[in-house]
């Protein structure tokens, strides 16, 4: 699943089991979204990959001797393998991670460290299973590896322990590769997605809500570094409760950004809100809103470089979010509109925000929007949006909005 990532019960289970063994390596295994690609785009991705876990690494504060790249694989050899693997498990481009013993690739030297493994992690009267993968040219099979690792456990306990292949207490898994062999127990699921950085950037709206901040960290999960924009309410900039949670929340994304969202843009929504209920029928204001919001990101990303505005609609929720009016709003933007939560029940965005951190910060914002109608319209209709905004000066607003625009630096 796509919480997965966020599970504790994973990382518990492997620490138990092998906190205090000589572990030398984390295993980095790639998302699907990877497997998928051609050899020439897998390269480049995985290119992506090695530098992130770098830059990871780095600021948590981790230290390694060296990051081997293979194909289908990266290992990262540290003296912190049990750590750096939990952390690594946010790194975006990643299926999952193990903490892991390198060891020679001849059978001898797998089972005893395998034997190793079993007296660390194993009591007596459990169960346990030996798996095996192997790349290269070897004198044994995968087979013999399982049934002689095996054979030596049983021996090794006196057979108080016993074999169990469908659901056993203990899984110790062997990764033979070439001229080496890993040895681990468990995989820690990871966030999946796309390497940070191999897609196109992204303005990303956010908003006090819980929606906006998941939606800006899909765009992150599928490679596209985002430039947060937030639409105040008033017509000054000044530091509130709301504010600082919208602070909080961009801070917590840029963590997963790896540090490379650099500022956060804010532009106060009367700019183009107080013309509209001077001038508009009510029950547009906000279709009309959002449409001025598409209008002022696009030429926000235009600056920046950003290729496209990513929002949190989800179908339905808000009057401005029916499938109708999402038609007309995203008429007015310059560049396409990307909505990653539009098919998900709130449910899955509450579990999605609070994995990844950005619920309870949300949660702090309670004020609703003080220009919301009492009956705003469901549908709203191209004619009467035309109506409307040809009695406003449209460019004028966009190009005032822009030049109100704070930013707030985040490094």
Same mark, same amino acid.
């Given at each position: 699943?796509?919480?997965?990532?966020?599970?504790?019960?994973?990382?518990?289970?492997?620490?138990?089991?092998? !906190?205090?063994?000589?572990?030398?390596?984390?295993?980095?295994?790639?998302?699907?979204?990877?497997?998928?690609?051609?050899?020439?785009?897998?390269? =480049?991705?995985?290119?992506?990959? =090695?530098?992130?876990?770098?830059?990871?690494?780095?600021?948590?504060?981790?230290?390694?001797?060296?990051?081997?790249?293979?194909?289908?694989?990266?290992?990262?050899?540290?003296?912190?393998?049990?750590?750096?693997?939990?952390?690594?498990?946010?790194?975006?481009?990643?299926?999952?991670?193990?903490?892991?013993?390198?060891?020679?690739?001849?059978?001898?030297?797998?089972?005893?460290?395998?034997?190793?493994?079993?007296?660390?992690?194993?009591?007596?009267?459990?169960?346990?299973?030996?798996?095996?993968?192997?790349?290269?040219?070897? &004198?044994?099979?995968?087979?013999?590896?399982?049934?002689?690792?095996?054979?030596? =456990?049983?021996?090794?306990?006196?057979?108080?322990?016993?074999?169990?292949?469908?659901?056993?207490?203990?899984?110790?898994?062997?990764? =033979?590769?070439?001229?080496?062999?890993?040895?681990?127990?468990?995989?820690?699921?990871?966030?999946?997605?796309?390497?940070?950085?191999?897609?196109?950037?992204?303005?990303?709206?956010? &908003? /006090?809500?819980?929606?906006?901040?998941?939606?800006?960290?899909?765009?992150?999960?599928?490679? &596209?570094?985002?430039?947060?924009?937030?639409?105040?309410? /008033?017509?000054?900039?000044?530091?509130?409760?709301?504010?600082?949670?919208?602070?909080?929340?961009?801070?917590?994304?840029?963590?997963?950004?790896?540090?490379?969202?650099?500022?956060?843009?804010?532009?106060?929504?009367?700019?183009?809100?107080?013309?509209?209920?001077?001038?508009?029928?009510?029950?547009?204001?906000?279709?009309?809103?959002?449409?001025?919001?598409?209008?002022?990101?696009?030429?926000?990303?235009?600056?920046?470089?950003?290729?496209?505005?990513?929002?949190?609609?989800?179908? /339905? !929720?808000?009057?401005?979010?029916?499938?109708?009016?999402?038609?007309?709003?995203?008429?007015?933007?310059?560049?396409?509109?990307?909505?990653?939560?539009? /098919?998900?029940?709130?449910?899955?965005?509450?579990?999605?925000?609070?994995?990844?951190?950005?619920?309870?910060?949300?949660?702090?914002?309670?004020?609703?929007?003080?220009?919301?109608?009492?009956?705003?319209?469901?549908?709203?209709?191209?004619?009467?949006?035309?109506?409307?905004?040809?009695?406003?000066?449209?460019?004028?607003?966009?190009?005032?909005?822009?030049?109100?625009?704070?930013?707030?630096?985040?490094?």
């Amino acid at each position: 699943m796509l919480i997965d990532f966020a599970d504790p019960q994973p990382w518990n289970v492997v620490r138990k089991r092998v !906190e205090g063994l000589p572990l030398d390596t984390v295993i980095l295994r790639y998302s699907s979204e990877i497997g998928v690609k051609s050899r020439r785009t897998r390269i =480049v991705y995985e290119r992506h990959l =090695v530098r992130n876990a770098r830059r990871l690494l780095r600021r948590e504060g981790l230290s390694y001797r060296e990051i081997q790249w293979v194909f289908g694989r990266i290992y990262i050899k540290t003296q912190q393998a049990l750590e750096a693997a939990q952390q690594l498990r946010r790194l975006f481009g990643l299926s999952s991670t193990s903490p892991a013993q390198e060891t020679e690739s001849n059978l001898d030297a797998i089972v005893d460290t395998v034997v190793d493994f079993a007296k660390h992690a194993l009591r007596e009267g459990e169960s346990f299973a030996i798996r095996c993968t192997r790349t290269g040219d070897h &004198s044994f099979t995968s087979i013999d590896v399982q049934r002689e690792a095996g054979r030596s =456990v049983l021996d090794v306990f006196k057979r108080k322990v016993h074999v169990d292949l469908e659901e056993p207490d203990v899984e110790i898994e062997v990764e =033979v590769r070439e001229k080496r062999a890993f040895v681990f127990i468990g995989r820690l699921p990871a966030a999946g997605g796309n390497p940070l950085g191999v897609a196109a950037p992204l303005v990303a709206l956010v &908003s /006090g809500g819980i929606d906006s901040p998941v939606a800006a960290w899909l765009a992150l999960r599928k490679g &596209s570094r985002i430039y947060p924009l937030y639409f105040f309410v /008033g017509s000054h900039w000044r530091k509130d409760s709301t504010v600082d949670a919208i602070v909080d929340v961009v801070r917590v994304l840029n963590e997963w950004a790896l540090g490379e969202i650099r500022q956060l843009f804010l532009i106060p929504r009367d700019a183009f809100l107080k013309p509209i209920l001077n001038k508009a029928p009510r029950p547009l204001t906000c279709v009309l809103c959002k449409r001025f919001m598409y209008r002022i990101a696009s030429e926000l990303a235009n600056r920046l470089g950003a290729q496209g505005i990513v929002t949190g609609d989800i179908a /339905g !929720e808000q009057a401005s979010q029916t499938i109708w009016n999402l038609a007309i709003t995203t008429a007015a933007a310059l560049l396409p509109i990307h909505r990653p939560l539009l /098919g998900l029940d709130k449910s899955e965005v509450v579990a999605l925000a609070r994995a990844i951190g950005t619920l309870e910060i949300s949660e702090r914002v309670t004020a609703p929007c003080p220009a919301t109608p009492p009956r705003p319209t469901t549908r709203a209709q191209e004619e009467s949006i035309e109506q409307a905004e040809n009695a406003l000066p449209i460019a004028s607003i966009v190009s005032k909005a822009l030049d109100r625009m704070v930013r707030i630096r985040l490094t």
